[in-house]
């Protein structure tokens, strides 16, 4: 934790920053260039009201713009403007609100998690050994008969209690006391709040039947009940602590990918070892056996097994040599290779997978909203029941009223209620990630699995990328060669995979350009035109020439079209794999009771083929972006809830419009930023997968919603009419948050 203000000025250093920050994306274009998402881990919390008092306190400092913290992963992100603020500023906020804040890249982040765990372990050990020794020093009062143990020896059993009872309140119960104290020189509420209300009573009843056993109070003591109460507290929270890192490890594994040094190649020759953040493109690196690769680059020396599953989902081993490309976070399993750094820092693939995830673990979906707003309200109504449940029972026994409060204060904690939500979504986004599907907006799980519909695109998506020319027609005069040529010009100017096919055709035959082509602009699912003499169309028949007019009969249908401003030039028809897993993912789909459509801007007798072969139904083919967009929001006037998967740049507008959208992750830019999840591999089954695994995730959270409700419908009127003594209460407390957690972890089984 940063709580030497020397050491929070350290990270004023620009190259600081930058360890934990990256460049705001603007939301308009008057967004100011130096902007900055930072991301930071917040210690000390323990309940949605200190992420609500967190935004507070960062949002009072001048030039933060906004902030987000999640309860769940203890994650904030922090947008601010460097001209107006400085980290060691929003830092200090966080410090002086009473919690400490680690940046989300800073290399003690791990040892400061270690030791948080260790310091938990310590205070359950203490309050399970003290809770033993009190409980046996207790049960003679509980089995013994009228005049079987003397005043003296009573005397001497309560006091060892109180002895034995001190390191419980003084250590165990150290954090439920500051976090207390903190929130009341903040002049807010949060869960520890009642919790060490009802310790504070307990002891100090205790305490004074100990000292005063013919007070007011009487002279009943509940040391036995107030450790019971910790240890079981204690033992709930520390369990979902170890929980909580399992079901959001799926970050902290991907973040902690990249090594801390390399070994750079010097101007002589030898390899140095550097720190990573030192490497920079085009620097040549050697990576050993079991290290990770720190950026992306092309492999110059070796033959390697590179392990891509984080990144790519693909689990099996993947063989890189000479030319192959390797990833920041990958790891190198077998040999020793030696890598030319083509891209570094937030420019790698690695880089833009943590940002998504970054945002991901974020975010708050609705239902996780609800929870963090009716938190605050319930709190306040949980003392004001505590202590009209002591002024009832205050003139009958004013001992067992305040116990009766106790027992209120504790039962009605609702730690089960804010951890229902997030608890689920967070363990069903680590199993994605770690198939390989990054989820870009929380909200879009719940989304995913109400859907009914699912539209695919098909090039791309349902087919490979790569395509090949299998017919090839031109004009009297015109070679295949001088068309491929010219439409290669045309074509590099695009990345639809149509496109690509005729440049790599091209590429492949060693012909150089044919013409350099001006003035190119492209009509989304239509064709590219350009031209320096004469103007040049390059796409379907009916953006070609009016109609398809002047095309021959037997070259009508073929996928593109070159033409020039009044004759027909050249057609090319190309084949395309359908993916192996496309017929069996769209019967999984079915399956599930989704409706599956295809909607491409493809050829009709083409996008039906494609139907047909994994066995889509609803087919449309020549559909342009307005038409894909038209019949989707059709269907959602119907109320269908859709989901789109697609990777082409006229898939943008209806992956921004559908409730749900994925898109691979060698989609295009347009493609990736309108998406809710990314695939970043090839496979098409983890969609059908994702979309149980939503529906799998829902059913959890809806049962921990039902369950929270049921604890405090069922524990709250027996607290309250003072049959659930605070022991017992606080074992209720510490199952509950427990049950939420371990029923969230089901989710991470299997996918």
């Known amino acids: 934790m940063y709580s030497d203000p020397s050491t929070v000025l350290l990270l004023d250093d620009r190259q600081e920053w930058l360890r934990f920050s990256q460049p705001h994306a603007p939301t308009s274009s008057q967004a100011s260039p130096q902007v900055w998402d930072s991301h930071v881990v917040i210690q000390g919390m323990h309940c949605a009201a200190c992420s609500f008092a967190i935004e507070d306190a960062l949002l009072a400092v001048p030039g933060v713009q906004s902030a987000e913290v999640n309860a769940a992963t203890h994650r904030a992100k922090i947008v601010w403007s460097e001209a107006l603020v400085s980290p060691s500023m929003w830092m200090a906020a966080i410090a002086k609100a009473g919690y400490g804040a680690l940046p989300a890249a800073d290399s003690t982040l791990r040892q400061a998690r270690q030791l948080e765990t260790r310091r938990a ?97 009487g002279g009943e003591v509940y040391y036995d009940s107030l450790t019971m109460f910790v240890f079981f507290l204690l033992t709930g929270r520390w369990l979902e602590l170890r929980l909580r890192d399992r079901t959001a490890g799926a970050l902290e594994v991907l973040m902690n990918r990249l090594p801390d040094s390399v070994e750079r190649q010097q101007t002589d020759g030898r390899f140095e070892r550097v720190a990573v953040r030192r490497v920079l493109v085009d620097d040549v690196i050697r990576v050993l056996a079991g290290e990770s690769f720190p950026a992306d680059g092309v492999v110059l020396q070796g033959q390697t097994l590179a392990d891509e599953a984080l990144l790519t989902g693909e689990s099996r081993p993947q063989s890189r040599g000479v030319g192959s490309l390797v990833v920041a976070g990958s790891h190198n399993l077998s040999a020793t290779v030696v890598v030319r750094v083509t891209q570094v820092g937030e420019g790698t693939q690695f880089s833009k997978i943590v940002a998504l995830m970054e945002d991901a673990s974020l975010q708050k979906p609705r239902l996780a909203q609800l929870a963090d707003r009716v938190a605050k309200p319930f709190l306040i109504g949980v003392l004001a029941m505590a202590a009209l449940s002591a002024v009832a029972w205050w003139p009958s026994n004013p001992s067992h009223a305040l116990m009766v409060a106790v027992a209120v204060l504790v039962v009605t904690c609702p730690c089960a209620l804010s951890l229902a939500t997030p608890a689920a979504m967070l363990a069903a986004a680590g199993t994605l990630a770690r198939h390989g599907v990054l989820v870009r907006r929380m909200q879009a799980l719940e989304s995913l699995a109400k859907i009914d519909t699912l539209i695919f695109d098909k090039t791309g998506t349902l087919t490979r990328d790569g395509q090949r020319i299998t017919q090839v027609w031109t004009a009297e005069g015109t070679t295949p060669e001088q068309a491929l040529g010219i439409a290669a010009a045309l074509a590099q100017h695009s990345v639809h995979p149509l496109s690509r096919a005729l440049v790599a055709a091209q590429h492949d035959l060693g012909m150089a350009l044919a013409l350099d082509v001006g003035d190119v602009h492209e009509v989304m699912g239509q064709g590219l035109q350009g031209g320096v003499v004469q103007t040049l169309r390059l796409g379907s028949a009916q953006f070609c020439l009016p109609q398809g007019k002047g095309i021959p009969e037997y070259a009508q249908t073929c996928q593109v079209h070159l033409c020039n401003e009044n004759a027909w030039l050249a057609s090319w028809q190309l084949s395309e794999d359908v993916r192996d897993d496309a017929a069996q993912t769209v019967q999984s789909l079915q399956a599930l009771g989704i409706d599956v459509w295809l909607l491409s801007g493809d050829q009709v007798e083409t996008v039906q083929r494609v139907a047909q072969r994994v066995g889509i139904a609803h087919a449309v083919g020549a559909c342009s972006p307005q038409d894909k967009l038209v019949r989707m929001q059709e269907a959602q006037a119907r109320g269908a809830q859709v989901a789109m998967v697609g990777d082409g740049l006229n898939d943008g507008p209806v992956l921004a419009g559908a409730h749900v959208s994925m898109a691979f992750g060698n989609a295009v830019p347009l493609a990736q930023s309108k998406s809710d999840l990314v695939l970043m591999g090839g496979s098409l089954l983890v969609v059908a997968r994702s979309v149980k695994l939503a529906r799998h995730m829902l059913r959890v959270v809806k049962q921990n919603l039902a369950w929270a409700a049921l604890y405090n419908a069922v524990c709250v009127p027996l607290a309250a009419f003072g049959f659930l003594p605070a022991w017992l209460a606080g074992l209720g407390m510490a199952l509950s948050s427990l049950w939420v957690v371990l029923n969230a972890l089901r989710l991470t089984k299997g996918f």
């Open 121 to 217: 372990l310590w205070r359950w050990l203490v309050a399970g050994f003290c809770m033993m020794q009190v409980m046996m020093y207790a049960y003679p009062a509980y089995v013994s008969g009228e005049g079987d143990i003397t005043p003296d020896m009573v005397f001497l059993l309560r006091w060892a209690s109180w002895v034995l009872t001190l390191p419980v309140v003084l250590f165990s119960c150290g954090p439920f006391f500051s976090n207390a104290l903190r929130d009341i020189r903040q002049r807010r509420i949060s869960m520890d709040l009642p919790v060490a209300l009802g310790m504070v009573i307990t002891f100090a009843l205790s305490s004074a039947a100990t000292f005063e056993p013919h007070g007011m109070f």
